[in-house]
């Protein structure tokens, strides 16, 4: 899985290096074409927090085990990783107070997936992690936990991002040929000037 003790370790660092620097392009990206004062910004900033914190610091400092004690980049790795761990948990929350059950409930379902999936897949990452004897078999596959934790809220991103680059292009591309976009009937729907926010 790329462990930092692993003949690859380096390697994997400087991926996840180069992913956390991809992570604030995006969220820097995003932050811009959102509209000011828009929850949208807020999210902005917790995707840079998560790319800071949890990517880019598990490739500067690796979790490298020491037994009977914690290394310096080992307390980082951690203490970055929690305050990553918690800007992704909040961030489908951000979502919901637009996307609700009444006006998107496809989409509010998805981001209740998403909520209850990663709570489910962080419980049995932590549980692994600090070897509780209670659920053995959990215990063995601590990296398919982490891993699939990373992978249900990189698909997230990937969804938000898709959403995000479909609205803002529908609503230029009809602009310019004077057509109701999908955005002004949102408006008009919403009853709200200006551009909808998040």
């Known amino acids: 899985m ?17 992913l956390g620097i991809l992570f604030v392009v995006f969220a820097f990206a995003y932050f811009k074409s959102a509209e000011p004062a828009s ?32 290394s310096l980049s080992e307390t980082m790795h951690y203490i970055l990783g929690a305050a990553g761990t918690a800007a992704i948990f909040v961030l489908p ?10 006006n998107n409930p496809l989409f509010f379902a998805y981001l209740i997936f998403v909520v209850f999936t990663g709570l489910i897949l962080w419980f049995f990452f932590v549980t692994a992690r ?3 004897n209670w659920l053995g078999w959990a215990e063995k596959l601590v990296g398919l936990w982490q891993r699939s934790f990373q992978v ?5 991103l990937l969804v938000i991002a898709f959403r995000h680059y479909y609205f803002y292009n529908s ?3 009809t602009r310019s040929f004077n ?7 949102t408006r008009f729907q919403s009853g709200i000037s200006g551009e909808p926010k998040c």
């Not at 462990?3 to 991926?15: C, V």
């Not at 929350?93 to 009444?102: A, L, Y």
């Not at 057509?179 to 002004?184: E, G, Q, Y």
């Open 93 to 102: 929350f951000i979502f919901m107070n637009r996307h609700n059950r009444k």
């Open 179 to 185: 057509i109701p976009s999908i955005a002004d009937s």
């Open 39 to 70: 929850r949208e910004r807020i999210a902005a900033w917790l995707i840079a927090v998560y790319g800071i914190c949890d990517v880019f610091g598990s490739g500067a400092f690796p979790g490298v085990y020491h037994p009977g004690h914690l």
């Open 152 to 156: 249900n809220y990189y698909l997230f």
């Open 130 to 132: 600090l070897q509780l």
């Open 2 to 18: 790329g462990i930092s003790a692993s003949p690859i370790g380096r390697e994997i660092s400087w991926i996840w290096i180069f």
């Open 171 to 173: 609503t230029a591309l």
